[in-house]
């Protein structure tokens, strides 16, 4: 008698997000497939225990405190488990699963990735920023733990993808395609007034509002581009941005014999986190199938820096290194949430990261230990000097 196939157990950190969102409709496909161990969220706890009940998850995790109760009441007769705090969510991350999601936005995704790949799993990445924040001891972590890392952000299931089978020495450039914002073709001047919302739409990809954000202000290019060198350890003047308002080509790689190997495939993320889910094989997917005839071309154009002066700031933190990730990323994100809250105008929160990078760029960022504290302090650090930048913008 045959045995049934053993169940992959799977757990989903930002599970109510958009990517979190994206990967369970994945599941759906095949849910019984799968166990679900943890899921994660925030504020959303309607979604975050409608979900844990669709998928009968073991537990399932809110990383606000104070809605602990809500969480257990929305729960109430499923047997599924409920916690809160930052605390609970790096537990659930240690709760041994097969291949694990991570899909928090922000810094607050590292700790529970780092325990995730302590237990030797799979962990499919689309958080960029524990790269950003933390590369070598993310990537020295799995090593350590044998545990796998695929990514998940497009671009890099695309360099992923087109290396798979090359030998790494003969890569001569990896070329990152971004589609140009929401501003790409505004004005400079009305740039300068963008509000939140008009930010807060994306020609090509519908994401969470901060990424979303990010696209238009090419932070979230920049993250990539360091996310990029973390990764596959290419050196920085190895990596290239090229616009390419179609969104279709992810990214390119250039080998030594001069040829490109491009990956194309549709605007929708349930590609990236599908290949994830499926390595080394290629699932099926229902996605659009892309009829290039009826698209008819494909265009490129290089990045305008007077536009994109996040992507100066990018290079900058590459050659710094160290904690320089940290720096960045924690100022942005502050300055994101004074853009958000109308404290401060779109340019400025390149100023603000600008600023803040110079100030501590004298601290010895780039020689410091990569641990999670000094990552956490450097973090911190970043964060309060973001705030006094942004006040001092407003006197
Ligand atoms: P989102 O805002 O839609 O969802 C974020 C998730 O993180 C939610 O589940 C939310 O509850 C949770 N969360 C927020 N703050 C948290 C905290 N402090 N602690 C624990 N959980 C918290 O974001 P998204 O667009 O799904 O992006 C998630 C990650 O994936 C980001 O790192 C983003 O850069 C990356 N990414 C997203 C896309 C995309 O298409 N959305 C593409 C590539 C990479
Ligand atoms: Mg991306």
Redesign the pocket.
Known sequence: MTQPAAKRRISIF???????DSTLSILRLNPKAYDVVAL?????IKALAEAAREFNAEIAVT?DDVRLGELKEALAGTGIEAAAG?QA?EDAASRPADWIMS????A??LPPGLKALEQGTTLAL????SLVTAGPLLLDTARRHNATILP???EHSAIFQALNGENIDTVERVIITASGGAFRDWPLDDIAKATPEQASSHPN?N?????TIDSASMFNKALELIETREFFGVQPDQIEVLIHPESLIHAMVGFCDKGLLAHVGPHD?RHAIGYALGYPNRPDLPLERLDLAKIGQLTFQAPDMARYPALELARRVMEIHGLAGAVFNGAKEAALDGFISRQIGFNDMVRVVGNVIELMSGEGLGNAAITLDSVREADQMARKHAVQSMAALKL
Do not use: F, L, P
């Open positions: 930002g599970a109510t997000g958009s990517i979190g994660t969220g925030s504020g959303n990383a930052a969510i899909a928090i936005v922000g607050a995704g689309a958080n960029k920023e998940v952000d497009s990809w994401m969470g509002q901060r990424i993320m």
